[in-house]
């Protein structure tokens, strides 16, 4: 299976900043997947990333607030905008391997 | 709308005993169900899956059970180990215009007491 490489792996950021979590793969995929998790909740699926095209972004998600690069074949970005302790959450990128996905290890966002 | 759920947020079992965690969906139109293992800072696991088409499927230890009149998937461990002890996420495949997602259950917190 892929192997990704998430980074950072944890930040403590302050309120009104952004930040910027990346994903590597060892491997060249088609889509790559961000997901949220929050306190107590499940994993919520932000937006897929595609090579060479925009985004697509799931209900209650949108690009300023959650933009995504896609350079190559192999990484990805997400940021997180104009942070508020309500964006405190697991961020993970996925991708999609025959059996199902295969996860980061995660990124633990907190926002004081 | 919970479109997975997992009930039970936590759940203890002795070493050597059988772990049974339980998934309920809402959309029969699911038909790919998949159990993932979380442990505390790392990513989920892909541990097993089954397909609509059967109602169960075995891996080692670890079996999946699909109930479709009853929207009912569970997982069962056994014997439990105490490295089982994590945070186990049932997914669902859903497909949807040319699209998919997998969605995800609250997850269950398992603790396999030795």
């Known amino acids: 299976s892929a192997v990704i490489s998430q980074k950072p792996s944890r930040d403590i950021c302050q309120r009104g900043t952004s930040l910027t979590i990346q994903c590597q793969v060892d491997s060249q995929v088609t889509m790559m997947f961000w997901y949220r998790q929050q306190p107590g909740q499940s994993l919520t699926l932000i937006a897929t990333a595609n090579q060479g095209s925009e985004a697509t972004y799931e209900s209650g998600f949108v690009i300023d607030k959650f933009p995504i690069s896609r350079p190559n074949l192999t990484f990805s970005t997400l940021t997180v905008s104009n942070m508020s302790p309500e964006d405190s959450s697991i961020y993970l990128c996925?991708?999609?391997?025959?059996?199902?996905?295969?996860f980061g290890s995660g990124t633990r966002l907190t926002v004081v | 709308d919970q479109q997975v759920k997992q009930n039970s947020p936590s759940l203890s079992v002795q070493e050597g005993r059988i772990s049974i965690l339980n998934c309920d969906y809402t959309n029969s139109m699911f038909d790919y169900f998949l159990w993932y293992k979380k442990y505390p800072a790392e990513g989920p696991t892909f541990l097993i899956s089954i397909s609509s088409i059967k109602d169960k499927n075995e891996d080692g230890r670890f079996t999946v059970f699909l109930n479709k009149s009853a929207k009912h998937l569970s997982l069962h461990i056994v014997p439990s180990q105490p490295g089982d002890s994590a945070v186990y996420f049932c997914a669902a495949l859903h497909s949807t215009s040319g699209t998919y997602k997998y969605i995800f259950g609250t997850g269950t917190r398992l603790k396999v007491l030795a």
């Open positions: 996925s991708v999609d391997e025959n059996y199902g996905y295969t």
